[in-house]
């Protein structure tokens, strides 16, 4: 354990990203339906994939696993290929992406960006940027239903003419992220950890409205409701439990004590970087307590464990190198769960259809996300943590309306919003936890 302790934080992480990818191909493998593995992989990614699609329910148990660890196979590649260093961003991308590549991300949807992000590379001179290859797939289900249905409101398969459309629409997001990307921390102000989900979904907006709206074309359905039921808590818990709980073995045995972990918790402000400020193994600490926390809250609320909510695991765990913690994430999920049960009884009061219960898949995917607004309990305290969450809880379902249900990051681009409704008002207004434990001296 010391050698992989004093390795630096770029080797650390490209080995902890090894890491993840070969548990989710051994579990591929331990899989009950490991038989039908490769032939649930094509079925994955020969079938459109907005969200949100099950691929339990598409290809399977291990078929999914599988495509989950060789996406993350594919990002290290590039990693090594390209010699780019890893650090707290490249966690976040690398994570998410593993997370959407359990209901959205495939090994087929995400070449198209990704050269796209690689011809921005090579027109400016710039040294390959794999952080943004990853943040890229965002809109992989607008690429996947280009290529096997656009546009017929159901699959006719692979085409020329959809291979075409969706090359041109992967180019067109992957050069012009990395201009978005330098761009959106100036909207959210650095309290939106997600922060690559505002240009990828004002892309996905604008190809919405150009490939469908006004081409006349009709947006296809989302997924019957009835894929969403299949679903094994059983798979879930076991890989993820084994898997966290590895991590905080690892951690341990590196030399991370609680208490060292303890700074992380009650920390004034903000940790941009857990691994670059703390170390590697606060960091891989982190992954382990604050993994099997999420997974704690999905149970506690009665989650549907469909591939959907297995993948947001994951999504929520992304920012685990960025800052989030479940010091500063409890008081976000405090925010749904009120504002859920509060909106209830409204809602009986005026005669309303209720459907945003606390574990309804929506929210559930939406909590995942609200997790992005951690900054603001770490700056502002318990207290406004738990408003953002209420007000990402109002918001986040109305945002698909805007991309058709094309873009990944509809939940983090929320959070971007209510930093642009919330952040002013705090910062005009109230004082952060830092002065005010300034003022009290």
Same mark, same amino acid.
């Given at each position: 354990?010391k050698k992989?302790?004093?390795?630096?934080?770029?080797?650390f992480l490209? +080995?902890?990203f090894g890491?993840?990818?070969?548990?989710?191909?051994?579990a591929?493998v331990?899989?009950?339906?490991?038989?039908?593995?490769?032939?649930?992989?094509?079925?994955?990614?020969?079938?459109?994939a907005?969200?949100?699609t =099950?691929?339990?329910?598409?290809? @399977?148990? /291990?078929?999914?696993f599988?495509n989950?660890?060789?996406?993350g196979?594919?990002?290290?590649?590039?990693f090594?290929?390209f010699?780019?260093d890893?650090?707290?961003v490249s966690t %976040?991308?690398f994570?998410?992406?593993?997370?959407?590549?359990a209901?959205?991300? =495939?090994?087929?949807?995400?070449?198209?960006?990704?050269?796209?992000?690689?011809l921005?590379? +090579?027109v400016?001179?710039?040294?390959?940027?794999v =952080?943004?290859? #990853?943040f890229?797939?965002g809109? /992989?289900?607008?690429?996947?239903?280009?290529?096997v249905?656009y546009?017929n409101?159901e /699959?006719?398969?692979?085409n020329?003419p959809g291979?075409?459309?969706a090359l041109?629409?992967g180019?067109?997001?992957g050069?012009?992220?990395p201009?978005?990307l330098a761009?959106?921390? &100036?909207?959210?102000k650095?309290?939106?950890?997600?922060?690559? &989900?505002?240009?990828?979904?004002? %892309?996905?907006?604008?190809l919405?409205? $150009?490939l469908?709206?006004?081409?006349? *074309?009709d947006?296809?359905a989302?997924?019957?409701?009835?894929?969403?039921q !299949?679903a094994s808590?059983?798979? !879930? =818990?076991?890989?993820?439990? !084994?898997l966290f709980?590895?991590?905080?073995v690892?951690?341990?045995? #590196?030399?991370?004590?609680l208490?060292?972990?303890w700074k992380?918790?009650?920390?004034?402000?903000?940790?941009?970087?857990?691994?670059?400020?703390l170390?590697t193994?606060?960091?891989?600490?982190?992954?382990?307590?604050y993994?099997l926390?999420?997974?704690?809250y999905?149970?506690?609320?009665?989650?549907t464990?469909?591939?959907?909510?297995?993948?947001i695991?994951f999504c929520?765990?992304?920012?685990?190198?960025?800052?989030?913690?479940? @010091?500063?994430?409890?008081?976000?999920?405090?925010g749904?769960?009120?504002?859920s049960?509060? %909106?209830?009884?409204?809602?009986q009061?005026?005669?309303?259809?209720y &459907?945003?219960?606390?574990?309804a898949?929506?929210?559930?995917?939406g909590?995942?996300?609200?997790?992005g607004l951690?900054?603001?309990?770490?700056?502002y305290?318990?207290?406004?943590?738990?408003?953002?969450g209420?007000?990402?809880?109002?918001l986040v379902t109305?945002v698909?309306?805007?991309?058709?249900g094309y873009?990944?990051?509809? @939940?983090?681009?929320?959070?971007? *919003?209510?930093c *642009?409704?919330? !952040?002013?008002?705090?910062?005009?207004?109230f004082k $952060?936890?830092?002065e005010?434990?300034? +003022?009290?001296?």
């Amino acid at each position: 354990m010391k050698k992989i302790k004093n390795r630096s934080e770029s080797s650390f992480l490209k +080995l902890f990203f090894g890491f993840l990818s070969t548990c989710f191909i051994i579990a591929a493998v331990c899989m009950p339906d490991r038989a039908d593995m490769f032939s649930g992989l094509w079925q994955i990614i020969s079938s459109p994939a907005k969200i949100s699609t =099950n691929d339990f329910a598409v290809g @399977g148990y /291990a078929a999914t696993f599988l495509n989950i660890g060789l996406v993350g196979l594919i990002y290290l590649a590039l990693f090594q290929i390209f010699k780019a260093d890893a650090n707290n961003v490249s966690t %976040f991308g690398f994570i998410l992406t593993i997370g959407f590549s359990a209901w959205g991300i =495939n090994i087929l949807n995400i070449w198209t960006p990704i050269l796209g992000v690689a011809l921005y590379c +090579l027109v400016k001179k710039e040294k390959m940027n794999v =952080n943004a290859m #990853m943040f890229s797939t965002g809109i /992989a289900p607008l690429i996947s239903d280009l290529l096997v249905r656009y546009p017929n409101a159901e /699959a006719v398969g692979f085409n020329l003419p959809g291979l075409l459309v969706a090359l041109l629409a992967g180019l067109f997001i992957g050069f012009l992220l990395p201009a978005g990307l330098a761009h959106a921390p &100036a909207v959210h102000k650095g309290f939106d950890l997600y922060s690559a &989900a505002v240009p990828i979904c004002f %892309f996905a907006f604008f190809l919405n409205a $150009t490939l469908y709206k006004t081409m006349g *074309v009709d947006l296809p359905a989302a997924p019957a409701a009835e894929t969403l039921q !299949v679903a094994s808590q059983s798979i !879930v =818990n076991i890989f993820c439990i !084994v898997l966290f709980g590895l991590c905080v073995v690892f951690a341990l045995a #590196m030399g991370c004590s609680l208490k060292d972990y303890w700074k992380l918790l009650t920390a004034d402000d903000h940790v941009a970087s857990i691994s670059g400020k703390l170390g590697t193994p606060v960091f891989l600490m982190n992954v382990g307590i604050y993994g099997l926390f999420i997974l704690a809250y999905y149970n506690a609320i009665g989650a549907t464990f469909n591939s959907i909510t297995f993948g947001i695991i994951f999504c929520m765990l992304c920012c685990c190198n960025s800052g989030s913690h479940p @010091g500063n994430v409890w008081p976000i999920m405090v925010g749904y769960v009120l504002t859920s049960t509060i %909106f209830g009884w409204l809602s009986q009061l005026a005669g309303g259809s209720y &459907a945003m219960t606390i574990n309804a898949q929506a929210i559930c995917v939406g909590l995942c996300f609200a997790n992005g607004l951690s900054p603001v309990a770490s700056k502002y305290g318990w207290f406004w943590g738990i408003v953002a969450g209420g007000m990402h809880f109002l918001l986040v379902t109305s945002v698909p309306n805007m991309h058709g249900g094309y873009c990944l990051y509809n @939940g983090g681009f929320t959070a971007a *919003v209510i930093c *642009v409704i919330l !952040v002013p008002v705090l910062e005009k207004f109230f004082k $952060t936890k830092s002065e005010r434990k300034a +003022l009290k001296k």
